[in-house]
């Protein structure tokens, strides 16, 4: 089949390289006319995955990554400064990276030639011998059998598919940052572990790990700091938070080196004033941090005609559940599994959809699950013993059968 790509990001680039594998034919349309750069800066995904994408070679057998081994659970402690009372540590199963470096190895395994940057599409539709044709902003049409949106959460395929569905705001916004490892005198207790920080009697929660450098350096004192911060934002606040250095108002992120620098400051000296001092020096030597909107979007399909959706284009979790990479890799191979059937393209496409959209749903609820008890419900870390934390942390979540992140 000849199938187009909306989209050139991670879930794009990942569609690409399996459906050529499968004797497709690719074309991909991305917006951006640049490369894409720090979106998202670490990001993790289960060990399984990351063993299968080295395995089918869609990343390189030395990609660097770290391997987290716990989750402590951490609050503010005068009597246990600077790194703060550890209430308890789950042992916990998660590869981190650098969002940059895994899009740079997915690409350069997508032939220059079937990468088209710089190429909105602005129009969708049938044709009279039901095939989809994609139009671009500069007027040029392509027909094609199939076509997979993967253009992330502000989709302009679902809008199109599905425009009675919205993104809900969940009361919240991710701040963010990166801080060389060279740039902390002090010699912190990172290494494989990702804390969780509580706030001291304030909803949400904070999390900071290691991930390889720029260069892929995995080495001690070349290491990246990756920082986020969950802060509950009042909706009729967002317009303020989000009007950057130049009075324009972004929505959905905030980019680096946006912020006005009186509304960083004020996030630092919420930070510096409920978790240890250790990570508080971290994020106060942050520079260009920048903030993203956390929205959830539920769908009861995921395709509509010859039109499918995948990765955050389709439903779209907390991105504290660590599924981003795992949901658009499984989207693709789930859907290459269909159609490799002697069934219709319509009817393959209506199985697939039934299996995403059950598979969405059961991590949906896992991030809401974590939302309620991350944010919402979360316990003060110096406050309470060890055994209360693992009762809390066992009776707060439970993960699908194929997503577990504990070990």
């Known amino acids: 089949m000849k199938i187009g790509i909306v989209g050139g990001s991670i879930a794009g680039c990942t569609a690409a390289i399996l459906l050529r594998e499968e004797g497709h034919r690719v074309m991909i349309f991305e917006r951006s006319g640049k490369t894409l750069v ?52 789950m042992p916990m199963n998660l590869s981190v990276f650098h969002w940059q470096t895994l899009w740079n190895d997915l690409r350069s395994k997508v032939p220059d030639e079937l990468y088209h940057a710089g190429a909105e599409v602005i129009h969708a539709g ?96 070349e290491r990246i700091f990756n920082w986020a911060a969950y802060i509950p934002v009042p909706a009729e606040e967002m317009d303020d938070l989000m009007t950057d250095q130049s009075g324009r108002t972004w929505s959905g992120t905030l980019p680096p080196g946006k912020m006005r620098k009186e509304k960083e400051n004020e996030l630092k000296s919420f930070l510096s004033r409920n978790i240890p001092s250790y990570y508080a020096e971290v994020v106060n030597k942050t520079q260009n941090s920048y903030v993203q909107v956390i929205y959830t979007l539920e769908l009861q399909s995921y395709y509509r005609d010859h039109m499918c959706l995948i990765g955050d284009a389709g439903m779209v979790i907390q991105p504290f559940t660590g599924s981003g990479v795992f949901k658009g890799y499984h989207n693709v191979t789930d859907l290459i599994t269909h159609l490799k059937g002697e069934k219709s393209l319509q009817q393959a496409l209506r199985q697939w959809s039934d299996q995403q959209v059950q598979n969405g749903k059961r991590l949906l609820e896992l991030g809401e699950q974590m939302e309620k008890a991350f944010i919402w419900n979360q316990l003060d870390f110096a406050s309470v013993d060890e055994k209360s934390t693992e009762q809390w942390w066992k009776s707060s979540i439970q993960f699908p059968d194929n997503f577990n992140l504990q070990k």
């Open 38 to 89: 720090g979106r998202g800066g670490g990001i993790g995904t289960l060990p399984a995955l990351m063993d299968q994408l080295i395995g089918e070679g869609l990343i390189s057998e030395n990609f660097p990554y770290f391997s987290i081994a716990d989750m402590p659970f951490v609050g503010k402690s005068e009597k246990y400064e600077p790194f703060g009372k550890t209430a308890w540590a």
């Open 126 to 221: 049938h044709s009279a011998d039901d095939k989809i044709i994609i139009r671009t902003s500069d007027g040029k049409k392509e027909k094609f059998d199939l076509v997979l949106f993967a253009d992330g959460y502000h989709s302009f395929g679902r809008e199109l598919m599905f425009p009675d569905v919205d993104l809900k705001y969940r009361g919240y916004v991710l701040w963010r940052g990166l801080l060389p490892e060279s740039e902390m005198d002090k010699k912190g207790p990172l290494n494989d572990t990702l804390p969780r920080l509580s706030y001291s009697g304030f909803p949400g929660h904070m999390v900071i790990y290691f991930i390889p450098s720029h260069q892929g350096s995995i080495r001690e004192g």
